[in-house]
């Protein structure tokens, strides 16, 4: 059975919404440092406030890239990675061009995310890049394919949804991605997760990173086994 | 009262659901063409194809940016619009940072708008600048705040509402920026506008562009008076 603080530390606390103000994002910070969750992740303008806030702690600060529609170009998702990145981000989660994959631009989307990543690389070293599919706008066959694509594009997570789309995280696409991606890749399960109960059922599927906004009252649902 | 073809001038044809194919642009630009709206507004990965689709044609190739949350920071911005222009785009549709305004850093969204302007006046001259201010998320002052700093900042119009907010444009929103922005400077309302109704009645509250989606609907629905 998961403890509370092996719970905390599968969780990137989201605070997404874009009319949250500068004090909502210091609080989310301050919920992340006492909690022990993995990262905290905003949208780049608030990317500052963040990195203060977690400085020397373990959790990480976590910026989105083109969120959330994913369809800003090459050049300007690069772009924006590299300002989150020497403004304090430590991991990236970028919204893969769905509509390029859609229209059958397979080389697009790979091209999209490798230089994402090459560029995150060579200016940090090790930062996490995380890949949002957004599945509910694609078929089981282009959600098969986005997977191989940000494996081969060198990323490190599949990562479910915005949660800005129709809708967010099933537990069947969490089933599909574990599967494709195999045992060694990251899962990440986001958007609409807000009990104790889809976290953990999430888990179960083959998620090993959770996104959420109700992060404190997930955490404090658990029941010891 | 106004013709088709005078009221067609005024619509900014939309097609910024993030789910779109390629295809689905290019029929949005025939249509543009057959009605003759003022301008097709896309996704920056979308730019290309309607400036190759429009060109030599009085229909405008438009760009959003920073969209549809505007929290990119102000060098993204900047960046994403110039990546635009370059790729045939002939208007900016740019998301004001309302984070940043309903924090207080009123110099943080002036700067903001007025680097973009700039980079877009420097580049191409004569470019159209529009602010998205996203009124579902803001108090009657920050509306007229939003307004004068748009202004300040050298940008053409200030637009209602980005279509994915909570809610879209209103007459009484419409009316009043029209007050605080005075009689020569653009007003564009957008967001839920689907019905010619709702489209003359926003031209008689003090719009001078309106944004759609079901445009060729809303032109063939006109009345002879």
């Given at each position: 059975m998961i403890s509370k603080e092996q719970l905390a530390k599968l969780i990137?606390?989201?605070?997404?919404?874009?009319?949250?103000t500068d004090d909502d994002v210091k609080k989310a910070c301050q919920e992340a440092l006492q909690y022990g969750f993995a990262a905290v992740v905003v949208n780049p303008s608030h990317v500052p406030i963040v990195a203060r806030e977690l400085k020397g702690s373990p959790v990480k600060a976590c910026s989105v890239v083109s969120?959330?529609?994913?369809?800003?170009?090459t050049a300007a998702k690069v772009h924006e990675a590299r300002i989150a990145l020497e403004e304090g981000a430590e991991e990236i989660d970028m919204v893969m061009n769905f509509s390029a994959l859609k229209s059958g631009h397979s080389d697009l989307v790979l091209n999209d995310i490798k230089e994402v990543v090459q560029e995150a690389r060579r200016v940090y070293g090790k930062v996490i890049v995380k890949v949002i599919?957004?599945?509910?706008?694609?078929?089981e066959n282009e959600k098969r394919r986005a997977c191989q694509l940000t494996m081969r594009a060198g990323a490190d997570y599949v990562k479910t949804?915005?949660?800005?789309?129709k809708s967010g995280a099933t537990i069947e696409d969490v089933r599909l991605m574990r599967k494709v991606v195999g045992p060694k890749f990251g899962v990440k399960a986001a958007g609409g997760i807000r009990t104790v109960e889809q976290a953990l059922q999430m888990i179960d599927g083959g998620a090993n990173r959770i996104g959420a906004s109700a992060s404190a009252s997930i955490v404090e649902s658990l029941k010891p086994s």
């Open positions: 990137d606390h989201s605070l997404l919404n874009p009319s949250v969120f959330p529609f994913g369809l800003s170009t599919l957004e599945n509910c706008y694609l078929t949804s915005t949660g800005f789309g």
